[in-house]
C-alpha cells in the first residue's frame, strides 16, 4: 500500500529516521521548504539552519528510496 508523509523535511536530516521509516513502509513524502534560499527560509522558521537541514532531509529521502516532492514558495521579491 502507499504511505506518504507531507514535512518540512528536518526530522529526515537524521539518516538512520529516513531509512527507519522507509523500512516502516514509507513510499512517498511532500517536502515543503519555507523558502528557496537559506536566508529567507531560516527567517520565516525562525530557526538557523532549518534550510539546510531541510534540504539534507530532502536527500535522505531519495538516498532511502522515497519518491519525494518539493514544495517551495514564490515570492515577488
Not at 527567517?43 to 534540504?55: D, I, Y
Not at 531519495?62 to 515577488?76: F, K
Amino acid at each position: 500500500r502507499v504511505v506518504g508523509v507531507v514535512s518540512n523535511g528536518r526530522r529526515f536530516a537524521y539518516e538512520r529516521f529516513a531509512m527507519a521509516a522507509r523500512r516502516a513502509g514509507l513510499t512517498s513524502a511532500s517536502v515543503k521548504l519555507f523558502g528557496a534560499e537559506p536566508g529567507a527560509a531560516d527567517a520565516r522558521t525562525r530557526v538557523p539552519g532549518a534550510h539546510a537541514q531541510a534540504l539534507e532531509g530532502l536527500a535522505n529521502l531519495l538516498r532511502a528510496g522515497v519518491a519525494t516532492e518539493v514544495r517551495a514558495p514564490l515570492h515577488r521579491g
